[in-house]
């Protein structure tokens, strides 16, 4: 067992301690609760903190522990009494490398968005009719796996396809952690089966485009009332009824980077403009934050979080029954559980072989 002083691990988590126990005071400071962008900044920081500071009790703890069995060993002469420490010692030790791995993985940097919301667009690639059915298929895989989340969704603008399913679909997904969960689905997926309008029986290959974006809140973003064109008409419903007479639907033009957002699901005016803004705000900040994710990916060799909206990430093989994930080359053989929403075992793979990496990096392991 290395010595306290000489513990890398135990270094690091002090460090987290102080800054811990740093934040804790400032959060109580009345200037910072009158910044209220700063108080949410640091409210987040400490929430953020506290599972390293638990972890780090517990390891203090646990090596506290088998400092005091080798003690009874080295000293004692009962042997009833060193047979229970003996015991007692190849317990606690079981336990170290365990805790140590969690406490690595909980060391590593967060990505700063991971705790946000998120917005989740699904559009129809290649492929046609098919494409957009697909597209369909996704958006009910998500659902339901969102359902089993908790997680709260709400479309804020879609089309729909000729035959089913979407030719895109833009929904707010909301909860715990959610982009830091659902970062991992950006990207081509890809389908190959027999389509609903094949009549020969053939295999066809089809895609939808995922693009997953944490959502900004207004401390992220400044918007200048300047800078935008809004625009207003009346709402259509699927096969192009109308939802209302009124003109309630939002279109809105960010002037400066010609970004355009539509909002078209509410009967309200003013929900609509809410959710359009919400969504600018999303877009503005995701330039800078693409940023970040291209200089991630110069750092990594996997793409697994990166951002990459244009890689082929996965494909759903029908005919096999099959789900092979191309970042990692995982191949899972259930697909009809995945389609239904049982995605978890997939993201659970691509976070250990990005935490992998990432450790690497490090130095920790």
């Known amino acids: 067992m290395i010595a306290m002083a000489e513990n890398l691990i135990l270094q690091k988590l002090q460090g987290v301690k102080t800054r811990f126990e740093e934040v804790g005071y400032l959060i109580t400071q009345p200037d910072i609760i009158n910044d209220m962008k700063r108080y949410v900044q640091l409210n987040k920081e400490y929430k953020s903190l506290e ?23 080295a000293t004692e002469k009962d042997e009833e009494m060193r047979e229970m420490a003996k015991e007692e010692l190849d317990s606690l030790i079981e336990k170290v490398s365990p805790l140590e791995a969690k406490i690595k993985i909980l060391l590593l940097p967060a990505d700063p968005e991971d705790d946000k919301n998120a917005v989740l667009e699904i559009r129809a690639g290649t492929g046609g009719d098919e494409a957009s059915i697909f597209a369909g298929d996704l958006l009910r895989m998500y659902t339901k796996f969102f359902e089993t989340k908790g997680w709260k969704t709400e479309v804020s603008n879609f089309t729909e396809g ?36 094949e009549t020969q029986g053939r295999v066809h290959t089809s895609a939808a485009t995922v693009a997953v974006l944490p959502e900004a809140d207004e401390f992220d973003i400044e918007i200048k009332s300047e800078d935008i064109k809004r625009d207003e008409y009346c709402s259509s419903g699927p096969g192009g009824q109308s939802v209302n007479t009124t003109y309630s639907a939002i279109r809105l033009t960010h002037i400066p980077t010609g970004i355009v957002v539509t909002c078209q699901d509410q009967k309200s005016k003013l929900k609509n403009l809410d959710k359009a803004m919400a969504e600018l705000r999303t877009r503005l900040y995701d330039l800078e934050y693409q940023k970040y994710l291209d200089d991630i990916s110069l750092k990594r060799k996997t793409m697994v979080s990166t951002g990459d909206r244009s890689a082929k990430i996965r494909t759903y093989n029908y005919p096999q029954g099959r789900v092979t994930d191309h970042r990692i080359n995982l191949t899972l ?9 049982d995605i978890q075992e997939l ?15 490090s130095g920790l392991n």
């Open 51 to 73: 599972p390293v500071v638990n972890a780090y009790n517990e390891y203090k703890n646990l090596l506290s522990n088998i400092a005091n069995a080798k003690d009874i060993l």
């Open 162 to 197: 000729t035959v089913g399913g979407y030719k895109e679909i833009i929904l707010n997904v909301s909860g715990d952690g959610v982009y830091g969960i659902l970062k991992y689905e950006s990207g081509v997926h890809r389908v190959q089966r027999v389509p609903q309008t």
């Open 333 to 341: 053989y259930n697909l009809h559980s995945i389609i239904n929403g």
């Open 347 to 361: 993201i659970d793979k691509l976070q250990m072989a990005e935490n992998a990496e990432r450790l690497k990096a």
